[in-house]
């Protein structure tokens, strides 16, 4: 008795000195934002914590770039030493949920009222079992076209509305000398380029059956394999130097001129932005021929952990501010992206900045919203990877027929499941 | 430590049976115990705990994270099944074919060159100890920096063919480090570079210790200096062989590093090393059970070669 009051006491107090403990004012950060204009975008984050009292603190990654970050995750995750949050992509954020160790945002969510303006799409992802577990920043959509504006005149373009227009275009380019198409083999450049192939090839109902809701007979029809020989129809099209290529290094080609058009995420915005380029003069952006409406998004989201009490005041702050529509739009002009909330006034975003962002809202109403296979936002990395494999092994000529690529994807995705 | 244990043994009596005494023999008895067993135990948690752990993980379910439910063999059926899977290439038949042909190309060409270069640096000319160095050097290079300078070096519109274009060769063609079927001797290239030097400087080291009155008996036999090495001195450097052999095997089980920074994996992922798929699968794809899997059987395939090989050598030592 006298134990068990003991032990009853002693907790209490320690209950009592939990409440009364002093919040830890600072925000412990695990990202691979590192680079030029990322660094800058964030910096508008860390001023904003900074004027609420906030110390922001990067938990430092050696190696850099996501993989790195993300096996430094696992293991801070595994010590059971949480960051305050982490930058983290699609269905990261549901295993680690899954596994239980996310903090829980739903109070702040509803008091911003995150439901009604961060995309439903979106909310797939930082929501699990009605929890709201993580804060997204922006949404990258990969179905674009960079093309170099002085080349496209040179060579008497316009804007392709269709997959054939596209070809033609290409073919006009190379008959004209150039590099029709900027791209870099490396295999999530290829199938993040295949998606728009095939959203363009099969329509919005098409992507969604195949590459969200990975249905087989979607998976193995002629459509799909219309989709590969149109891809391998694209890859004609490519330098014979291409396989291994950084995707910033095939954007820099389009960029000076050497190539004519890029298919590549709203991120190469970035590349052109940080080497002075003014979009509609320098360089336009049009959606990939045929996909027009419908946006393949990705987006990079900042997942809560769910750290001790006294760091939650933090973590409240650091959720609040990434969602706050003045960050949405500082950041997302830097970065290249849109906001990840559809009532961002898009007065400072250039006119790329404008139409995606017009094309989101669009798409989030319309329903044809849908989460990049490639990126990771379509189904859990095995899946994601496996297709990456298929598509890479078929641009480099592993498997040869648009029969096999398909027998082959069906067979990879059942075995990564 | 028997050394010790005698010494002790012979002090005692000159000092009489005293306590001290024995308590610091014991002391001295214990001491390399205790001075190693921190490291013993290092070993024992970090290499052979975790290698019993990763055997344990393979026959799991484990996705991202480990658990701790044993499911069976399904990621050893899926590495089998895959090991046959040669058109197209799975990943992990390209990883283990690679496997095969870096292997063996990496570490018979570092063991001929680096005799080779040994033997003719071994013929007292001038200079030695400039051109020794030149040669060591690239192995105080990480593969890292070995990866990227052989990666632009060999890049089609960077390096070699690029330079040669420009001096007047436009018909000069090479682009390995783009072909899919040639990827990996770029990186059985990149790896002899760095390593052959090392190699060499081991078998000057043996070709030094050989007695010269040998090889004076040999000649004045009549041996020609082919015979002298073919029938003498190589056989002599055999326990170099060993050692390089060793160093060799393990450079070419753990060059994961190299294969990322010259290839990135290579065009459809056609440079991947059973390293690559391990760390792929484990940490990328979320498939931990897989590449525990493959990891065990990397263990078990250096283990089948090694062990046999370690066990003739060192059997024959105290004839």
Known sequence: MLRKLLIGTALASGVAFAAHAEDVKEVQMLHWWTSGGEAAALNVLKQDLAKEGFAWKDVPVAGGGGDAAMTALKAMVAAGNYPTASQMLGYTVLDYAAAGVMGDLTETAKKEGWDKSVPAALQKFSVYDGKWVAAPVNVHSVNWLWINKAVMDKIGGTEPKTFDDFIALLDKAKAAGVIPLALGGQNWQEATMFDSVVLSTGGPEFYKKAFNDLDEESLKSDTMKKSFDNLAKLVTYVDPNFSGRDWNLATAMVIKGDALVQVMGDWAKGEFNAAKKVPGTDFLCYRFPGTDGSVVYNSDMFGMFNVPEDRKAAQIALATATLSKSFQSAFNVVKGSVPARTDVPDTDFDACGKKGMADLKAANEGGTLFGSLAQGYGAPPAVANAYKDVVSKFVHGQIKTSDEAVTQLVSAIEDAK | ?319
């Open chain 2, 1 to 319: 430590m028997s050394t010790v244990a005698e010494t002790s043994i012979t002090l005692t009596p000159e000092h009489g049976a005293r306590p001290g005494a024995t308590v610091r023999s014991r002391l001295q008895d214990a001491l390399p115990k205790l001075v190693l067993a921190p490291s013993f135990a290092a070993t024992v948690v970090f290499v052979y705990g975790f290698i019993l752990w990763t055997i344990y993980l393979s026959f799991t379910n484990s996705k991202t994270f480990p658990s701790y439910a044993i499911t069976g063999p399904r990621a050893y059926q899926r590495l089998w099944r895959w090991t046959f899977e040669s058109d197209p290439p799975s990943s992990w038949y390209t990883s283990i074919t690679n496997m095969g042909i870096f292997g063996f190309l990496y570490i018979s060409i570092c063991l001929a060159l680096g005799l080779f270069l040994a033997i003719l640096l071994d013929q007292k000319i001038r200079g030695e100890g400039m051109l020794r160095p030149i040669y060591l050097y690239p192995m105080a290079l990480s593969f890292i920096v070995t990866g990227v300078a052989w990666k632009w070096f060999l890049d089609p519109g960077l390096g070699l063919e690029q330079t040669l274009h420009q001096w007047g060769w436009t018909s000069f063609h090479f682009d390995w480090i783009k072909n899919k079927d040639f990827v990996i001797y770029t990186v059985v290239i990149a790896g002899v570079w760095q390593a052959s030097g090392f190699i060499m400087a081991m078998f000057l080291a043996g070709l030094r210790g050989i007695d010269g009155e040998i090889l004076k008996a040999a000649q004045i036999d009549g041996a020609t200096t082919f015979q002298l090495y073919r029938r003498i001195v190589i056989p002599l450097l055999r326990p170099i062989f060993l050692s390089a052999l060793i160093v060799l095997a393990h450079l070419a089980i753990k060059s994961y590093d190299l294969v990322v920074a010259l290839t990135s994996g290579g065009p459809g992922g056609s440079a991947w090393l059973p390293s690559n798929f391990m760390y792929e699968y484990t940490f990328k794809r979320n498939e931990m059970a897989v590449g525990s899997a493959s990891a065990v059987i990397m263990l078990m395939t250096i283990t089948a070669i090694i062990v046999p090989y370690l066990y003739s050598e060192l059997r024959e030592k105290p004839r």
